[in-house]
């Protein structure tokens, strides 16, 4: 080997050794991750209380609900039966009208007394009054005999249908009580009636 030769394998080495040793050494593998189980059940069971809450709400509100709506279905119902009931009474309040000196009902007035029956039948423990009225022509013992004889017309029609006789009162008020003041037959023909009151029972009434 000459001299340039042995002059350059040292050299070639002590490159190779300096290039060897100048490489940074790899990085270490990143560390495992650690699994927390605890962290990792508490989150499970808080996920799962708040879906049960959420539930929980979602039940309260619809029986909220719920219960508004039957309590508005009551209310209403109630109110029907009320607003029924006062136009039963209503209906049963009906005067019924007579001719001059008579106590005969006419047509019209035994279907007024007609529609009164079903009021009567569905309550039985109910009792009534009939009131005899007239005008102011004749004697005051006239006029409350012919009062008398006009509630007890009616009376014994509503008995005829059935309606016994006990729970019927008859009164004549004769002239004392006008609903139209003033003479002439306009007024006079308003003051010739029979009225109907509910005396015992009327609290609580059934509708037919």
């Known amino acids: 080997m000459n001299y340039p030769t042995r002059l350059l394998a040292p050299l070639a080495?002590?490159?190779?050794?300096?290039?060897?040793?100048?490489?940074?050494?790899?990085?270490?593998?990143?560390?495992?991750?650690?699994?927390?189980?605890?962290?990792?059940d508490a989150a499970a069971r808080a996920r799962a209380a708040a879906a049960e809450r959420a539930r929980a709400d979602s039940v309260a509100r619809a029986e909220a609900a719920r219960r508004a709506a039957e309590e508005r279905a009551r209310a209403e119902a109630a109110e029907r039966e009320r607003a029924a009931i006062a136009a039963a009474r209503a209906a049963f309040a009906t005067v019924i009208y007579f001719d001059l000196d008579k106590s005969d009902l006419k047509p019209e007035a035994r279907t007024i007394l007609m529609a009164k029956l079903p009021l009567l039948r569905a309550n039985m423990n109910?009792?009534?009054?009939?009131?005899?009225?007239?005008?102011?022509?004749?004697?005051?013992?006239?006029?409350?005999?012919?009062?008398?004889?006009?509630?007890?017309?009616?009376?014994?029609?509503?008995?005829?249908?059935?309606?016994?006789?006990?729970?019927?009162?008859?009164?004549?008020?004769?002239?004392?009580?006008?609903?139209?003041?003033?003479?002439?037959?306009?007024?006079?023909?308003?003051?010739?009636?029979?009225?109907?009151?509910?005396?015992?029972?009327?609290?609580?009434?059934?509708?037919?």
């Open 126 to 208: 109910v009792r009534i009054r009939i009131a005899g009225h007239t005008d102011d022509r004749g004697s005051d013992a006239y006029n409350v005999a012919l009062g008398q004889r006009r509630a007890a017309a009616a009376k014994r029609f509503l008995v005829d249908q059935g309606i016994a006789a006990d729970r019927i009162d008859v009164v004549s008020f004769g002239e004392d009580r006008p609903v139209a003041m003033g003479s002439g037959e306009e007024n006079w023909s308003k003051n010739r009636r029979d009225e109907f009151e509910i005396i015992v029972g009327g609290e609580n009434l059934r509708l037919p």
């Open 13 to 40: 080495l002590a490159v190779a050794f300096v290039a060897a040793c100048g490489s940074p050494p790899p990085p270490p593998p990143p560390p495992a991750p650690v699994i927390n189980q605890d962290s990792i």
